[in-house]
C-alpha cells in the first residue's frame, strides 16, 4: 500500500530517518515495522505558530519495496544535425541547448562573456579594485547573472513547464536532491559554477558548441527569416533558427534590434535599492527565539506594500548573503545580492523596490527606451554621488525615512565600499517617496526589520529588463522575423533562474517546430 501524508516534524527531526518514520507510521495508522520506506516529496518551515517547525508531504510505502528511481538523460549525439544558434549561456541559453539536444537539433551557442572560472578574475577586480569589463561580470559570462548571484531556484511560474524536469537537470550535473523537495530550493553561489560546467559539458560531449568571447553584432536576416548571425570579427554562423536569450542587462542586443529595424518595446520594471540587516536580527524577526540553533536556516522574508496604488516589494531576498558590485559598463553602480550554499554570512539582504510604469518616465509615445534610459540615469547618479570606484552611496534605514544623511554606515558586506549620502539625491522622487512611507510599515510587520543596524545601498535598478522584444504567444516567435525566438529574462518572459530555464526548453520546442 502507498499513501501520502503530511506530517509536522520538530527541528532536528527532519534529519532522522528513524523519527521521520515513525511520524509517517503514526499518520498512516500502522506500526514502524510496516513502514518499508518513506520518500520526502516536499518540505518547508512553518514559523507561524509559537514553536517552529518543519512540514513535510511524504510518500509512505507499507508493506511493500520503493522502486528504484533513475533519472540519468541520455542525450543524443547531434554533431551533424541542423544547427540552432543560441546567443546566451545563461540559464534560458543553456537549458535551451539541451532541448535542442533532445529534439536532435545541434545547439550553437554563442556567449559574449568568459567560462565560469575565467569570470572569477574579473569578478575579483570589480570588488577589489573597481575594476568594470563590460564583457565578463556579474551579468556578463557562462551561467549568467544567477551563476554568481545566488542560485535562487524558487519560482511562481508552474504553468509554464515541469519546474520538477528543470530542478532534475540541476541534480543530473551535480546539485543535491534537497533543492527537488525544499520549498525554496537553492543551491549557491559556491557550487553552481561546477554545476554550469557540467552542463557546458554535456552540451559540448554531444556534439553541440558553446563558444565563448563571442560577440553577436548583428543578426542576418533574408525576407523576414533568420539565416545566421554576424560577429564582432566579422565571421559569420549560419542557421535558420535562433534563440536571443540575452538575459536582462545586455543593452546593446537592444539597439542593436532597433538599429536593424526588428520591433522592440519598452517595458516597465522595479527600481530601488539593496537592504542589509544583520541576520540574527531577521531570524529573531521570523523565528520568534533569540537562538535559531543547528537546525533551522538562517531565516529569509518577502514584504510587499500598496503605496499610493504603486507596489513595494522585497525582492530576490538572500539569507546570510553579501551585496555585490553588477554594473556592466563604466560610470555605473548597480548592486544586487547572493549567498553560498550554507548561508553562513552574518548578513541578510533584499532588493527592496518600487514598481516603474511607462506613465512615470516622460519621454516619447513609443520611444522603446524610454525606461531603459531613465534606468541608466539613476545607476550614473548613484556612481557620481559614491565617487567612483564602485563605491555605493548608502543610508542607514531609520536616517532615510526621517530625512538624515547617516553620521555613520554600520560594517556591511559590499566590498568596494559605502559613502553616507541622503539617498534622495541619487533617488527618483517618486521612488524615494514610496520607500520612505513602506519601510515603517514593513517594521510594522516584521517586528525588529525598522531599524538603523539596516543599510539602505542603491541602486537596485536591474530586477528585470526595461525592454521587452515581442513574441506570439502561439509560435514563440518574433512577430517580423521568422526562426527569431526572443527568450528569457532580457526578452522580457522570466524572472529568474528556473522561469528561464523553462522559457529555454520552451523556446527550443518552438524552433524544432519551426524547422520541421
Not at 514559523?47 to 517552529?52: E, S, T
Not at 549561456?89 to 551557442?109: D, H, R, T, W, Y
Amino acid at each position: 500500500m502507498i499513501k501520502e501524508v503530511e506530517i509536522v516534524c520538530q527541528p532536528g527531526q527532519h534529519q532522522d530517518e528513524d523519527a521521520i518514520k515513525g511520524l509517517a507510521a503514526a499518520a498512516v495508522k500502522t506500526a514502524p515495522k510496516n513502514i518499508t520506506a518513506v520518500k520526502i516529496l516536499k518540505r518547508s518551515i512553518d514559523a507561524r505558530g509559537r514553536k517552529v517547525v518543519y512540514r513535510m508531504q511524504v510518500r509512505v510505502y507499507i508493506n511493500e519495496p520503493a522502486p528504484q528511481e533513475h533519472h540519468v538523460v541520455k542525450y543524443p549525439n547531434i554533431s551533424l544535425a541542423k544547427p540552432v544558434i543560441i546567443v546566451g549561456a545563461g540559464p534560458a541559453g543553456l537549458f535551451a541547448a539541451l532541448q535542442c539536444i533532445k529534439q536532435g537539433l545541434k545547439p550553437i551557442v554563442l556567449e559574449r562573456g568568459k567560462d565560469v572560472k575565467q569570470r572569477r578574475r574579473d569578478l575579483a577586480n570589480i570588488n577589489k579594485q573597481g575594476l568594470i569589463n563590460p564583457e565578463s561580470n556579474y551579468c556578463f559570462g557562462e551561467g549568467g547573472a544567477g551563476t554568481y548571484s545566488d542560485g535562487k531556484l524558487y519560482t511562481r511560474s508552474t504553468k509554464r513547464g515541469d519546474v520538477n524536469e528543470a530542478l532534475k537537470v540541476f541534480t543530473d550535473h551535480g546539485a543535491t536532491e534537497d533543492i527537488l523537495v525544499d520549498a525554496r530550493p537553492h543551491i549557491g553561489t559556491n557550487k553552481l559554477p561546477q554545476i554550469i560546467t557540467a552542463i557546458r559539458e554535456t552540451i559540448q560531449n554531444a556534439g553541440g558548441e558553446v563558444r565563448f568571447d563571442t560577440k553577436v553584432t548583428r543578426l542576418i536576416v533574408s525576407f523576414d527569416k533568420i539565416k545566421g548571425a554576424e560577429l564582432a570579427g566579422g565571421e559569420k554562423v549560419m542557421a535558420d533558427a535562433l534563440i536571443l536569450a540575452t538575459g536582462h542587462s545586455a543593452r546593446d542586443v537592444f539597439e542593436m534590434l532597433h538599429h536593424q529595424h526588428i520591433l522592440i518595446e519598452a517595458k516597465p520594471f522595479a527600481l530601488g535599492v539593496r537592504i542589509e540587516h544583520p541576520q540574527e536580527v531577521i531570524d529573531q524577526a521570523q523565528y520568534k527565539c533569540a537562538d535559531r540553533g543547528p537546525y533551522l536556516p538562517p531565516s529569509y522574508y518577502s514584504l510587499v506594500e500598496q503605496v499610493d496604488g504603486r507596489g513595494v516589494f522585497s525582492f530576490c531576498m538572500c539569507p546570510g548573503g553579501i551585496i555585490a558590485p553588477c554594473a556592466t559598463d563604466f560610470n555605473e553602480i548597480v548592486v544586487n545580492g547572493w549567498s553560498p550554499s550554507k548561508r553562513n554570512n552574518p548578513y541578510a539582504n533584499s532588493g527592496t523596490v518600487v514598481q516603474i510604469n511607462l506613465e512615470d518616465v516622460p519621454g516619447k509615445e513609443g520611444d522603446p527606451f524610454r525606461l531603459l534610459n531613465f534606468q541608466k540615469q539613476v545607476e550614473l547618479a548613484a556612481y557620481q554621488h559614491g565617487g567612483g570606484n564602485l563605491v555605493a552611496p548608502a543610508q542607514r534605514m531609520v536616517d532615510f525615512v526621517e530625512g538624515r544623511v547617516s553620521r555613520d554606515l554600520p560594517v556591511n558586506s559590499y566590498l568596494p565600499g559605502t559613502k553616507s549620502i541622503g539617498l534622495k539625491e541619487v533617488l527618483p522622487k517618486f521612488v524615494h517617496d514610496s520607500l520612505k512611507k513602506a519601510l515603517p510599515v514593513f517594521g510594522k510587520k516584521m517586528k525588529g526589520y525598522y531599524t538603523n543596524e539596516a543599510i539602505l545601498v542603491g541602486v537596485e535598478s536591474r530586477t528585470s529588463s526595461p525592454v521587452k522584444i515581442p513574441r506570439d504567444k502561439e509560435t514563440l516567435q518574433h512577430p517580423q522575423v521568422g526562426g527569431l525566438f526572443p527568450c528569457g529574462e532580457g526578452a522580457g518572459y522570466a524572472g529568474g533562474i528556473i522561469s528561464a530555464a523553462i522559457d529555454g526548453i520552451n523556446c527550443a520546442d518552438a524552433a524544432f517546430k519551426y524547422l520541421g
